[in-house]
């Protein structure tokens, strides 16, 4: 899509997946207004758009969501939006992979050296690259 490898835009689907929590009012507009600012709206699923613009809707009206079944449609609609809003980011990319590569090593590290470790793994060639999700290379000159 934008030149991240495979498993990165999985981290970060999974790394919006933890985070994402209550799902309210202030949270879905802000989502709505951003994305249609960066064009990530345009990428999203026609039926997920729909379900965010009719919880919008509802909410404004002053109803909340009850059920745990719509609860669970909705929350997925904004991880789904988020991660296609995030996914542009380098940055963040390089974060997230920069965290998952310091839990690996059992590292504490600033979000600046956090973002230092991503960008350092996402200009290593594949060739030489640990997989951020098994800690496996995906290969090296002499065959391992």
Not at 66 to 85: D, Y
């Amino acid at each position: 899509m934008n030149g991240l490898p495979g498993e990165v835009p999985e981290l970060i689907e999974e790394f919006v997946a933890d985070r994402v929590r209550d799902v309210g009012l202030p949270l879905l507009l802000s989502l709505r207004r951003r994305a249609i600012r960066s064009r990530a709206w345009f990428r999203l699923s026609p039926v997920r758009r729909g379900l965010l613009e009719a919880a919008i809707a509802y909410m404004r009206r002053g109803f909340r969501f009850t059920s745990a079944h719509a609860l669970g449609l909705l929350r997925g609609a904004v991880v789904e939006a988020l991660t296609l809003l995030l996914r542009g980011s380098v940055r963040f990319a390089a974060y997230v992979v920069g965290l998952r590569l310091a839990a690996r090593a059992g590292l504490r590290a600033s979000a600046g050296e956090l973002i230092v470790m991503g960008i350092n793994w996402l200009n290593t060639p594949k060739w030489y690259r640990i997989d951020v999700a098994s800690g496996n290379t995906f290969g090296n000159a002499w065959g391992n």
